[in-house]
């Protein structure tokens, strides 16, 4: 699996809007980028996923530029319960029981 | 619809003791995995299982064994607990799309420690 670097950490305030970079140089040609956020004392949840350009959902957008060797997570207008770890994920995960690689993830901390 | 469910939540072992990590998943998803999880760390992957009778080992996977019991239940046994077993256990089941990428679903957690 393709291993990928973040931040460590990241400070905003309520309202604004983050992004957060991965990086992933090895990415081969039939790894997806998925990105999960977890709060404090629970389960990693999806929040969302792409393979190139940009997918938006409910929640975020994921920017995947042409050479996919990095992707931007951006969270609009955060607000506290934003406040989580938010983790980078790359590979090949389209097969039968694909398996998952966690790094330590970005720790957002999110105030008013 | 529950998704994944995790008994118990927490549990305190002497070292020695033993204990199973009940998950169950309401889903039908097919395949089922055990991660760790130790302070400030991401997850490791423990087992995995692809489908119902299979197991196969992740990164992590001395000092514990598991079962598929059926396709819902994906059960984590430590036969002989140790202080560096000391973790939040997490399962997940993997929601497969036809030619598309998967996603997990996590349950809840059981903090575990170790004395």
């Known amino acids: 699996l393709a291993k990928t670097t973040q931040p460590i950490s990241m400070d905003s305030y309520e309202g604004q809007e983050v992004n957060i970079t991965c990086s992933h140089n090895?990415?081969?040609?039939?790894?997806?980028i998925t990105w999960y956020q977890q709060f404090p004392s629970q389960g990693p949840r999806f929040i969302i996923q792409?393979?190139?350009t940009k997918v938006t959902n409910e929640v975020a957008s994921l920017f995947i530029p042409a050479d996919r060797k990095s992707s931007t997570l951006s969270l609009p207008r955060v607000s506290l319960s934003d406040t989580a770890v938010y983790y980078c994920?790359?590979?090949?995960?389209?097969?039968?029981?694909?398996?998952?690689?966690f790094g330590t993830g970005t720790r957002l901390q999110v105030t008013l | 619809n529950a998704g994944v469910t995790q008994t118990p939540k927490f549990q305190v072992l002497k070292t020695g003791q033993s204990m199973t990590l009940q998950c169950a998943q309401d889903?039908?998803?097919?395949?089922m995995y055990w991660y760790r999880q130790d302070p400030g760390m991401g997850l490791r992957l423990i087992y995995y299982?692809?489908?119902?009778?299979?197991?196969d080992k992740g990164e992590v996977p001395n000092g514990y064994n598991v079962s598929r019991l059926n396709k819902r239940e994906f059960s984590l046994r430590l036969e002989s607990a140790a202080p560096s077993q000391t973790s939040v256990y997490f399962c997940?089941?993997?929601?497969?799309?036809?030619?598309?990428?998967?996603?997990?679903?996590f349950g809840p957690g059981t903090r575990l420690t170790v004395l």
């Open positions: 299982s692809a489908s119902e009778g299979t197991t």
């Open positions: 997940a089941s993997n929601k497969e799309l036809a030619g598309g990428p998967d996603t997990q679903y």
């Open positions: 994920l790359v590979g090949d995960n389209t097969g039968t029981a694909s398996k998952l690689t």
């Open positions: 792409g393979y190139k």
């Open positions: 090895n990415i081969a040609t039939n790894d997806y």
């Open positions: 889903m039908n998803h097919n395949s």
